[in-house]
């Protein structure tokens, strides 16, 4: 079956899935919407983790290893920089900051972020459609034992260790959806939206966050499906179960499905857990959700697909 499919994605694990997409469809069969809300300026230049983490994945860049940036990556920048006493709390390699340093002065000459990042696509490549949520700034930010901190300061420079008690996501109340997106999710062969197992609170509701989005998502004529980011309880990757536990919620895959229940027509769960219990009456599906190599990403995107073609039907177009 063909047709168009929207990914919302945050970084690593998100990121693995979307590549998974990019290969099981056809080109230009797939727009990845992506999390904005970890862009900060470090050293002057514009960052935005997410979508790098995405474009590097669909351009079989990212470095296997580390997870994030780029595959061979040098360090001779940063090395100089510790030199000059300068802040290295934030590695930029020497690959990836040619992103960050293009990405900034193309924004300095006028271009919109989606432009960039469009640009930077074709250069490499892609054939896909990879957005961020909004052209306009939204930051996360969280309320933790130590104060408010802003999100790289809590998740690099303090690697996830401060306790976190609320989350906050500054600017996205004026925020407007960026305007592809919102095409994407009206198109007529629209075949499924995938809920990729990025972090449910720092990766998703930042793009949930953006006046109309959540909207458009449940008026939208394909199925909506979430992927769990925990597997036994944990998250390969990231803070997810950390934060839950500090915020009251139980630790499950259950649970991620109940944040999901008013959103999503399916989860989708790991097949080494126990069904999910109390999801919300969110139906609910398994399939092998880890994602070891690129074959398990590609399973999984069929898988998806599959069960999208099966067309459930929860929430109301």
Same mark, same amino acid.
């Given at each position: 079956?063909?047709?168009?499919?929207?990914?919302?994605?945050?970084?690593?694990?998100?990121? %693995?899935?979307?590549?998974?997409?990019?290969?099981?469809?056809?080109?230009?069969? &797939?727009?990845?919407?992506?999390?904005?809300?970890?862009?900060?300026?470090?050293?002057?230049?514009?960052?935005?983790?997410?979508?790098? /983490?995405?474009?590097?994945?669909?351009?079989?860049?990212?470095?296997?290893?580390?997870?994030?940036?780029?595959?061979?990556? *040098?360090?001779?920048?940063?090395?100089?920089?510790?030199?000059?006493?300068?802040?290295?709390?934030?590695? &930029?390699?020497?690959?990836?900051?040619?992103?960050?340093?293009?990405?900034?002065?193309? $924004?300095?000459?006028?271009?919109? $972020? =989606?432009? +960039?990042?469009?640009?930077?696509?074709?250069? &490499?490549?892609?054939?896909?459609?990879?957005?961020?949520? =909004?052209?306009?700034?939204?930051? *996360?930010?969280?309320?933790?034992?130590?104060?408010?901190?802003?999100?790289?300061?809590?998740?690099?420079?303090?690697?996830?260790?401060?306790?976190?008690?609320?989350?906050?996501?500054?600017?996205?109340?004026?925020?407007?959806?960026?305007?592809?997106?919102?095409?994407?999710?009206? #198109?007529?062969?629209?075949?499924?939206?995938?809920?990729?197992?990025?972090?449910?609170?720092?990766?998703?509701?930042?793009? $949930?966050?953006?006046?109309?989005?959540?909207?458009?998502?449940? #008026?939208?004529?394909?199925? +909506?499906?979430?992927?769990?980011?925990?597997?036994?309880?944990?998250?390969?990757?990231?803070?997810?179960? %950390?934060?839950?536990?500090?915020?009251?919620?139980? +630790?499950?895959?259950?649970?991620?499905?109940?944040?999901?229940?008013? $959103?999503?027509?399916?989860?989708?769960?790991?097949? /080494?857990?126990?069904?999910? *219990?109390?999801?919300?009456?969110?139906?609910?599906?398994?399939?092998?959700?880890?994602?070891?190599?690129?074959?398990?990403?590609?399973?999984?995107?069929?898988?998806?697909?599959?069960?999208?073609?099966?067309?459930?039907? +929860?929430?109301?177009?």
């Amino acid at each position: 079956m063909s047709g168009h499919v929207i990914a919302l994605s945050g970084g690593v694990g998100g990121a %693995k899935l979307a590549h998974g997409l990019y290969l099981a469809l056809g080109a230009g069969e &797939l727009t990845v919407i992506a999390n904005t809300g970890d862009d900060f300026r470090h050293l002057g230049l514009h960052v935005s983790p997410d979508i790098d /983490s995405i474009v590097y994945a669909l351009a079989e860049l990212s470095d296997p290893v580390r997870g994030w940036g780029r595959r061979d990556e *040098t360090w001779n920048f940063m090395e100089a920089l510790c030199g000059l006493g300068g802040e290295t709390w934030f590695a &930029l390699g020497d690959g990836d900051l040619a992103m960050h340093v293009e990405r900034s002065r193309r $924004l300095a000459s006028g271009e919109t $972020l =989606s432009g +960039v990042t469009g640009a930077i696509c074709g250069a &490499l490549g892609i054939h896909a459609s990879i957005l961020p949520m =909004s052209e306009d700034a939204v930051r *996360t930010r969280l309320r933790t034992d130590e104060g408010w901190l802003e999100f790289q300061d809590y998740f690099v420079r303090r690697r996830c260790e401060p306790e976190v008690r609320e989350y906050a996501f500054e600017g996205a109340m004026q925020a407007r959806m960026q305007p592809q997106a919102l095409a994407a999710l009206e #198109r007529a062969d629209l075949r499924a939206v995938i809920v990729c197992p990025s972090n449910p609170f720092l990766s998703i509701d930042p793009i $949930l966050a953006v006046p109309g989005m959540r909207d458009a998502i449940v #008026r939208c004529a394909a199925p +909506v499906i979430a992927v769990t980011p925990l597997i036994g309880g944990r998250a390969l990757k990231g803070p997810a179960a %950390k934060i839950m536990q500090e915020l009251g919620f139980e +630790v499950g895959a259950g649970a991620v499905a109940r944040h999901y229940a008013d $959103l999503i027509d399916l989860f989708v769960y790991d097949e /080494s857990d126990a069904p999910p *219990t109390r999801a919300a009456d969110v139906p609910v599906a398994a399939a092998h959700t880890l994602m070891n190599c690129t074959a398990d990403r590609v399973n999984l995107a069929r898988r998806l697909l599959a069960l999208a073609d099966e067309r459930p039907t +929860v929430h109301t177009p």
